[in-house]
C-alpha cells in the first residue's frame, strides 16, 4: 500500500513537471533549441554545454550581484563556437580528365556562337599571342581532337 504522504509527494513532482513542460511548451525558442542541440556532433556536446554554462553564469553574476566590469556582457550572435584553420584549405589541382571535360563544354558552346569580334576577340588574340610555340602546338592539337570528337559525335546522332 502507498502512504499518504508520498502520494502527495507524487503529486507534488507531477504538478511541478506539468507547469515545466507548460513553460517550455510557451517558449517559442525552446524547440529551436532542442533542435540545434541535437544537431551538435555528439563528441562537441559537452564542451559546447561547458562553454554555454560559463558564459551564462558569467552574465548572471554581472546581472544578479550589479557586479562592475569592464566589458559590456551582451549575447553576439556572430560569436563563432568553432574554430577555423588560419590558412586557407591547400588547392586541388584539377585531373586530366576533368581539364578535357572543361575544354570539351567550352568548344561545344563555342561551336554554338556566331563569329565574334570586339574586347573578347581582341583579348583571345592578346592571350595566343602570350603564349610559347609549346603552348600554342598543345592548344592547337587539343582543339583538333575536339573538334574531331565533336563532329564524330554529331554524325553519330544525326545516324541514330
Known amino acids: 500500500m502507498i502512504a499518504a504522504a508520498d502520494l502527495e509527494r507524487l503529486r507534488e513532482a507531477l504538478a511541478e513537471a506539468r507547469r515545466m513542460v507548460a513553460e517550455m511548451h510557451e517558449d517559442r525558442l ?6 540545434v542541440l541535437a544537431s551538435v556532433m555528439p563528441q562537441d556536446r559537452e564542451a559546447l554545454l561547458r562553454m554555454l554554462e560559463h558564459e551564462v553564469g558569467a552574465r548572471l553574476l554581472v546581472a544578479r550581484n550589479g557586479v562592475w ?13 568553432f574554430q577555423r584553420p588560419a590558412e586557407p584549405p591547400p588547392t586541388r589541382s584539377l585531373a586530366f580528365d576533368e ?14 556562337l556566331p563569329p565574334r ?25 587539343n582543339s583538333m581532337m575536339l573538334q574531331d570528337r565533336l563532329r564524330a559525335l554529331g554524325a553519330r546522332r544525326r545516324v541514330g
Open 69 to 81: 566590469s569592464r566589458f559590456a556582457l551582451r549575447a553576439n550572435p556572430y560569436a563563432r563556437i
Open 117 to 141: 569580334s570586339g574586347p573578347s576577340s581582341t583579348a583571345t588574340r592578346r592571350v595566343w599571342r602570350g603564349l610559347s610555340s609549346t603552348e600554342r602546338a598543345i592548344v592547337i592539337a
Open 30 to 35: 525552446f524547440p529551436r533549441l532542442v533542435l
Open 99 to 112: 581539364c578535357m571535360l572543361a575544354a570539351r563544354a567550352g568548344a561545344r558552346i563555342s561551336l554554338q
